[in-house]
T-cell receptor, first 112, second 114 residues
Framework: EAAVTQSPRNKVAVTGGKVTLSCNQTNNHNNMYWYRQDTGHGLRLIHYSYGAGSTEKGDIPDGYKASRPSQENFSLILELATPSQTSVYFC???????????FGAGTRLSVL | AQSVTQPDARVTVSEGASLQLRCKYSYSGTPYLFWYVQYPRQGLQLLLKYYSGDPVVQGVNGFEAEFIKSNSSFHLRKASVHWSDSAVYFCAVSAGNAGAKLTFGGGTRLTVRP
């Protein structure tokens, strides 16, 4: 019944390779977000979207692209992965009114 | 720009003791404030939120928080902690308008000793 589902849950990638992290939500929320979580930094916003076809840059967008092909799906793309992108990535959805976010379980990415 | 500071990276308390986790925010307007909890290997879950009205808000599992505008604070409290409260707690702030971004603090890792 999880409303925000991320895949894969774990990923090992090579430096310079392409990585796609996927997120699906069944909340019918307009807004979706990608955060990364690193010790000492909390969660930092990478990209977000206000609806299908829209993507916006967050606070740390460099090295990342995003794609929102539909209301339900929001992907994060690392075209040329680097070891500094090793982290835990969280997707979230939120409605346009109350700012409450609903998070997925996270994707643990290791770039070697 | 908005920001959140959680000055205590780690807090350890004994089961049954009271708890306060500190949160200070920076935002020029009227903030929307949140506390989220993250259990091991899980995503974040909303504990409570403050938009307006009574500055003391109640959340799940006996948690509450108090908005003190003069101090730019939104501390989380619980009267008596249980070992299952061990988790990482995040404070967050938003501008509150439609689609506003949520900015998180660095988190506080709470350990409850049995």
């Amino acid at each position: 019944e999880a409303a925000v589902t991320q895949s894969p849950r774990n990923k090992v990638a090579v430096t310079g390779g392409k990585v796609t992290l996927s997120c699906n939500q069944t909340n019918n929320h307009n807004n979706m977000y990608w955060y990364r979580q690193d010790t000492g930094h909390g969660l930092r916003l990478i990209h977000y979207s206000y609806g299908a076809g829209s993507t916006e840059k967050g606070d740390i967008p460099d090295g990342y692209k995003a794609s929102r092909p539909s209301q339900e799906n929001f992907s994060l793309i690392l075209e040329l992965a680097t070891p500094s992108q090793t982290s835990v990535y969280f997707c979230a959805s939120g409605d346009t009114g109350g700012n409450t976010l609903y998070f997925g379980a996270g994707t643990r990415l290791s770039v070697l | 720009a908005q920001s959140v500071t959680q000055p205590d990276a780690r807090v350890t308390v004994s089961e049954g003791a009271s708890l306060q986790l500190r949160c200070k925010y920076s935002y020029s307007g009227t903030p929307y404030l949140f506390w989220y909890v993250q259990y091991p290997r899980q995503g974040l879950q909303l504990l409570l939120k403050y938009y307006s009205g009574d500055p003391v808000v109640q959340g799940v599992n006996g948690f509450e928080a108090e908005f003190i505008k003069s101090n730019s604070s939104f501390h989380l409290r619980k009267a008596s902690v249980h070992w299952s409260d061990s988790a990482v707690y995040f404070c967050a702030v938003s501008a509150g308008n439609a689609g506003a971004k949520l900015t998180f603090g660095g988190g506080t890792r709470l350990t409850v000793r049995p």
